[in-house]
């Protein structure tokens, strides 16, 4: 799940005239009859997040542990931001995670702030520089910006091999490291939390630092879009999300889109307790929040929208009737083929347009 975004100017040319397909509706979750996860309709969230968190962590709440180590960022990163607009200076944080394995985060201050301390979480394969336009216009809106990779990616050390309680299990070098999770969490160890603990020690780390911080918001492209589903349905700080062509239900990854079923932490029976993708959708703006699902019309890579517009929205309903109220929704279907984030995705992220004024389509 490769991607960057690509220059303005290009990408502003390629849609150029293009509307946003969109579907505005209310959040929330139950993967359809057809799915193995039909979590139970009474339970509320509260119930539902909370089996998520003592099944992914053993506790009942959120990993708040500080980082490792946090200083000025080393110079590799920093030019790569160097002459952004509105940067005051860069630091970096390292988290250690269980297995011997670590987070790099690094976090984009502003000189001029506007009081929202903003999560990029990157895909698979990306390194930092895969952030570096969509943090530049972060920063120019005056966000405080860090950006995660994921698990074995980018920044953080991928082993040849995982020693756990005496076993060797290989990581190899293949463009799916995470298939090297699967055996592990067979043997039962807690496998999943490598992805999203990070993104909970982050916030927890920057808003002990910087108390003036008022709000946090995230967004993710692909194996990033995947995490923001999860992190924001588990971690009611986050107010604002937006998950780019990072998931659609489990149910709907048959025939043309079994491919969409090879990552391990997209299976939900990797997952601990019962929620589903829709679940997640509904949890992840529960509470008053807002949380968005942006594909892509005919995506080269996954999770594209044709052929299966039907079933899109059937499930957008759902999650608006699991929902009932306690949020906002919106599934947006953008015109594009590529596994990017082009300029209408980035000026939804950075706030350039208030999502209550996209027109609903009700029909394809």
């Known amino acids: 799940m490769m991607s960057a975004v690509s220059t303005f100017e290009r990408a502003r040319r390629c849609i150029a005239g293009l509307l946003l397909l969109c579907f505005s509706c209310g959040v929330a979750d139950l993967d359809n009859p057809s799915s193995p996860r039909v979590p139970a309709p009474a339970r509320s969230f509260e119930e539902v997040r909370a089996e998520l968190i003592q099944g992914l962590y053993g506790s009942e709440s959120l990993p708040s542990g500080g980082p490792q180590s946090r200083g000025r960022a080393r110079r590799e990163y920093a030019q790569l931001f160097r002459g952004a607009e509105n940067l005051s200076h860069m630091e970096e944080m390292r988290f250690d995670l269980d297995f011997e394995l670590s987070s790099t985060a690094l976090v984009l201050h502003p000189v001029r702030r506007n009081g929202t301390f903003f999560v990029y979480h990157l895909g698979h394969q990306q390194g930092f520089e895969g952030s570096r336009e969509i943090a530049a216009e972060l920063l120019r809106s005056g966000y405080t910006v860090g950006v995660l990779a994921m698990p074995l990616m980018g920044p953080n050390r991928a082993p040849e091999t995982l020693e756990i309680e005496g076993r060797s299990y290989r990581v190899g070098r293949t463009p799916w490291l995470h298939h090297a999770f699967v055996e592990p969490h067979r043997d039962g160890h807690p496998m999943l939390k490598l992805f999203l ?13 910087r108390p003036s911080i008022r709000r946090v918001h995230m967004a993710g492209l692909s194996g990033g879009g995947w995490t923001t589903h999860f992190a924001a349905a588990l971690d009611p700080r986050i107010s604002f999300s937006v998950a780019v062509a990072g998931s659609v239900p489990f149910h709907l990854r048959r025939g043309a889109y079994v491919n969409e079923v090879s990552d391990f932490e997209q299976n939900p029976s990797n997952w601990p307790g019962e929620a589903g993708y829709e679940e997640l959708y509904a949890m992840a703006a529960s509470g008053g929040r807002t949380h968005v699902q942006v594909l ?4 080269v890579c996954c999770f594209r929208a044709e052929g299966r517009e039907l079933a899109l929205s059937r499930y957008v309903e759902r999650v608006k009737a699991r929902l009932a109220g306690q949020g906002f929704f919106e599934l947006i279907v953008q015109p594009q083929r590529e596994h990017e984030i082009l300029p209408p995705t980035l000026d939804l992220i950075a706030g350039k347009f208030r999502l209550r004024d996209v027109p609903p389509l009700v029909s394809w």
């Open 296 to 299: 892509h019309q005919d995506d």
């Open 197 to 209: 603990e990070p993104v909970h020690r982050l916030i927890t780390a920057f808003r002990r630092s």
